[in-house]
């Protein structure tokens, strides 16, 4: 697959996934507000600031210069803003309790600079995170579907069929490792360097114990058979896109536009 004017790269960024290290790479090795797009903070206060059009609300003449769109705002329909192109989305997922803890690493980053007492684990989770959060947001945010409002194993199989329907879902623990391998198919060079990292921008206050982490991952036992799904795909995919580095590559280019889901009914004829 050559990587021309014809093809856009959209990374769907669940949070606490590597998204932020995706971002400033981006940011970096393209031209942000031109060729690379953020949908997301803290973009959207910086292009307020120096009084840049909001991506959508541009002339599709400008918007037809983006090469990447990366952010916690992209979306299923995002790239009928770029017609045209041949849309390749990309989601990178995390097992649910390492995902869980790190974000509430996160969370109490602010609370600490601020002297404020920290919020144990146990009662920030019972209080502030629902159950399979990953699937749901995915479900209502990315998807854009209201009805079964619940999470449930219907909304896990339309999630798992659509995502399926990606050029590429990785893991966040193979990131490092497959990165690289995409950036081939971009066009860009560059070698990423990790940004957020619990341990290093903001203390890690908890462990990932076993038996934490089996507890999290049977709480979110949706979103746990999500991330296995294709984690235990992940490495066939990689060698697919590899081999078509070096032999016939225009199928694999189609891969999103010729399935028969969603995305399919949502490009032009």
Known sequence: M???????????HVAKTGGTTVRKFFAQALVPYKTFIHLGEPTYTQEKAAGIQPFA???EEERA?????????????????????VPH????????????????????KPRRRKDQPVVDFEEWYRQARGKNITLGWLYRDVFGETSPRH????VYKRVVQRLEDFWFVGCSEHLDRDFPLLLRFIGVSGTLDNANVTGVDFPKLLEPTEELR?????????????YTHFRDRLDERVRELQASLDGVSDADQQKSAKS??????LLPS
């Open 89 to 108: 989305y990309i989601a990178f997922l995390r097992e649910p309790a390492l995902r869980l803890i790190s974000y509430y690493n996160f969370e109490m």
């Open 151 to 154: 999470v449930d194993r219907t």
């Open 65 to 85: 210069g983006a090469k990447v769109i990366c952010g916690h705002d992209v979306t299923s329909r995002t790239h009928l803003l770029v017609p045209g192109k």
């Open 2 to 12: 050559s990587s021309d004017d014809k093809n856009l790269f959209l990374f769907v």
């Open 214 to 226: 089996n507890r999290l991952n049977s709480d979110n036992e949706l979103d746990f058979n999500l």
């Open 57 to 59: 609300e541009r002339p």
């Open 260 to 265: 028969g889901g969603w995305l399919r009914r």
